[in-house]
Antibody, heavy 117, light 108 residues
Framework: EVQLVQSGAEVKKPGESLKISCKGSGYSFTDYWIGWVRQMPGKGLEWMGI????????RNSPSFQGQVIISVDKSISTAYLQWSSLKASDTAMYYC??????????WGQGTLLTVSS | EIVLTQSPGTLSLSPGERVILSCRASQSVSSSCLAWYQQKPGQAPRLLIYGASSRATGIPDRFSGGGSGTGFTLTIGRLEPEDFAVYYCQQCADSPYTFGQGTKLEIK
């Protein structure tokens, strides 16, 4: 059974750094892309970027370029989304999902990030 | 960037009704590159339709997708209570692989 399990909810202050994770299981992790999707409170889905787990080739949305870093550690089947300096506007739910043939077929449960002073 | 515009924003309907949701692209999208997702409150999105018209595993046949070029549709043949949710389209023709803004189906 394909599963993506994300790290737990976070509460951070502006300016702090953070790295959230997404661990894949039940499939050959290095044969697939993993993507990240943002959902701000009460809003729609935003495509942030994808990374190929086999070689860390990444494609980022221009909207998020320079704001976040997408990475992967294939030795532990885990993808990451990280920020170096959080802002209040980063408050959102973040989903990881397996990306195949242009679509997200399996999704993680989401990680809720709250950034507040 | 390809912009996907979904309409209407919100639909109020009753169980048993048939509904057609629209997704229009700002430029042509290959039919193999259009997907639909369902999201219920407090849940992650779920893949419904890929390749514009293929149902994902376990999706009931009351859900069907169609369209080509810049116009795509998601049809729900007969609404069940569990179908009231938000629906998103997404394209993979050109990076960033954008989502539409969503259509909310609410119970009338």
């Amino acid at each position: 059974e394909v599963q993506l399990v994300q790290s737990g909810a976070e509460v951070k202050k502006p300016g702090e750094s953070l790295k959230i994770s997404c661990k894949g299981s039940g499939y050959s992790f290095t044969d697939y892309w993993i993507g990240w999707v943002r959902q701000m409170p009460g809003k729609g889905l935003e495509w942030m970027g994808i990374i190929y787990a086999g070689d860390s080739d990444a494609r980022n949305s221009p909207s998020f370029q320079g704001q976040v870093i997408i990475s992967v550690d294939k030795s532990i089947s885990t993808a990451y989304l990280q920020w170096s300096s959080l802002k209040a506007s980063d408050t959102a739910m973040y989903y990881c999902a397996r990306f195949v043939s242009g679509m997200f077929d399996f999704w993680g449960q989401g990680t809720l990030l709250t950034v507040s002073s | 960037e390809i912009v996907l515009t979904q309409s209407p924003g919100t639909l109020s309907l009753s169980p048993g009704e048939r509904v057609i949701l629209s997704c229009r692209a700002s430029q042509s999208v290959s039919s193999s590159c259009l997907a639909w997702y369902q999201q219920k409150p407090g849940q992650a999105p779920r893949l419904l339709i890929y390749g514009a018209s293929s149902r994902a595993t376990g999706i009931p046949d009351r859900f069907s997708g169609g369209g080509s070029g810049t116009g795509f549709t998601l049809t729900i043949g007969r609404l069940e209570p569990e179908d009231f949710a938000v629906y998103y389209c997404q394209q993979c023709a050109d990076s960033p692989y954008t989502f539409g803004q969503g259509t909310k189906l609410e119970i009338k």
